[in-house]
């Protein structure tokens, strides 16, 4: 396209809140096949809301809350921000010898106990438990498996017309990237209208979904808004950050940065894209 109409085109998606950091990435967001999407809180709502709290025999719903928010402060994930949000100001404790695995969860010491939140698989994996079929972060304590609590992950209002609307566009293919689990992830597809679902993975399996779109179905454009989904963003032909802050944790690493709190600003990107690239033919 000439240089003026990228110009233009750019112009037009700053007035819509879309920042496009480069004329290739404008040029490939237009042509784009495959659409692929974090889950939690980029379909669904970039606030998830506590369910139930389930402590083991030996544990109370009070301990493990709060040593399990305690240790959230210090995390940027979407569930940590929602545990600290939902947890009484004067049980959160200090921290020490803090520890974030990306995907997995957190470890630190709280008023001197070993704790561990997180994934099952990282907080207690040879405890035997079974995974809750929902939205759940797990809690340890000196090794021990303390319990679980649940959240309530709602779809974005916005989601499924977007989805639609990302068809009628040109999109061959919808997929969600997701490390929560199959059941959350398949129930959330549905209502969504993403047609390939993959749940359960870690960031760099999310790499490997991403590399492994066919030549007939590129580009690929990855979607997503935490810390964790900065190296599919960057493994996609267009990475987007999506987060009301602006500057979200996955901004950096991304092509396109959506500053407001709202998935559909993806379907304007595309059809300004696409408006750019038939002007300047
Ligand atoms: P999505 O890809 O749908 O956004 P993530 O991969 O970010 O989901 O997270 C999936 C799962 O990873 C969560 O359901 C949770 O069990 C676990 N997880 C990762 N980081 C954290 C954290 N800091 N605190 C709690 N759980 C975490
Ligand atoms: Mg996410």
Redesign the pocket.
């Known amino acids: 396209a000439a240089p003026v109409a990228m110009v233009a085109g750019m112009s037009s998606m700053s007035k819509h809140h879309v920042i496009v950091k480069s004329g290739p990435t404008l040029e490939q967001l237009g042509r784009a096949k495959t659409f692929a999407f974090?889950?939690?809180?980029?379909l669904t709502q970039n606030q998830l809301v506590i369910q139930e709290v389930i402590p083991e025999a030996g544990f109370t719903k009070e301990e493990i809350q709060s040593d399990a928010a305690s240790l959230?402060t210090q995390?940027g994930?979407?569930?940590?921000s929602s545990l600290v949000k939902g947890t009484p100001k004067d049980w959160i404790k200090p921290v020490n010898d803090l520890q974030?695995s990306t995907?997995?969860?957190?470890s630190g010491t709280v008023n001197g106990k070993l704790v561990k939140?997180?994934?099952l698989a990282y907080v207690a994996p040879d405890s035997g438990v079974k995974k809750a079929p929902t939205?759940?972060?797990y809690v340890s304590v000196d090794g021990k498996y303390a319990g679980h609590i649940t959240f309530k992950d709602q779809l974005r209002p916005e989601t499924p017309a977007t989805l639609a609307r990302l068809r009628r566009q040109g999109a061959k293919h919808i997929m969600m990237?997701?490390?929560?689990n199959q059941d959350v992830a398949n129930a959330i597809a549905e209502a969504a209208g993403v047609d390939d679902v993959r749940a359960g993975?870690l960031p760099a399996e999310k790499i490997e979904a991403i590399k492994g779109v066919s030549e007939d179905n590129r580009p690929v454009v990855m979607t997503g808004d935490?810390i964790?989904d900065a190296p599919s963003l960057t493994a996609a032909d267009v990475g987007i950050a999506m987060g009301a802050k602006g500057a979200t944790a996955a901004s950096e690493s991304a092509d396109v940065v959506i500053m407001t709190d709202d998935i559909s600003k993806i379907n304007d990107a595309v059809a300004i894209s696409k408006h750019t690239m038939k002007v300047a033919e």
């Open positions: 974090d889950k939690t809180g980029t959230e995390s994930h979407i569930i940590a974030e995907g997995n969860g957190v939140v997180g994934k939205t759940a972060v990237l997701t490390g929560d993975l935490g964790n």
